[in-house]
């Protein structure tokens, strides 16, 4: 335990400097923002942007049972991302050769660094709702194969 001193001034909390996952988190908490956007589209993947600022863009994505990403990067972004409500299913190319599977309930985040190789996908019976987070926004994203035999391939 430490003493405060009474003319101590508490940093502004600028979302900016937090981290990617706890800027997601803040948000998922933050239903009323977001709320009033949120659609579920049976032809594709929602998504919605949030926030751009110079460094970050921050976006809610909802995914009806059997919506997914391509396999992808994200460049040389970091980033992050939350699962508000259902379950997604995670599927991580590490190394360029191994696949691992996470699966993502409400309430748990992922966080990924440059080059990161992802896939998204709902495989639960109930739609999902997710706020990622990238920095910096606008990354160049790459999309993949991945074959246990041949490796990662670009597509
Ligand atoms: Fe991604």
Do not use: C, K
Not at 124 to 133: K, L, N, R, W, Y
């Amino acid at each position: 335990m430490f003493a405060v001193p009474e003319n101590t001034v508490a940093a502004p909390a600028d979302l900016s400097l937090a981290h990617p996952v706890r800027v997601a988190r803040e948000l998922a908490a933050d239903r009323t923002s977001w709320a009033h956007l949120l659609r579920y589209d049976p032809q594709q993947r929602f998504t919605e942007l949030l926030d751009r600022t110079d460094g970050q863009e921050v976006w809610l994505l909802s995914w009806l049972p059997g919506q997914h990403t391509d396999l992808h990067d994200h460049g040389g972004a970091t980033g992050a991302f939350t699962v508000v409500s259902g379950t997604l299913t995670e599927r991580v190319i590490q190394h360029r050769t191994s696949e691992v599977l996470h699966t993502v309930v409400a309430g748990q985040s992922r966080v990924f660094g440059p080059n990161y190789v992802h896939q998204v996908h709902n495989d639960g019976p109930d739609p999902a709702v997710s706020i990622h987070v990238y920095r910096p926004g606008r990354a160049r994203m790459t999309t993949y194969e991945h074959d246990p035999l041949d490796g990662l391939r670009g597509t």
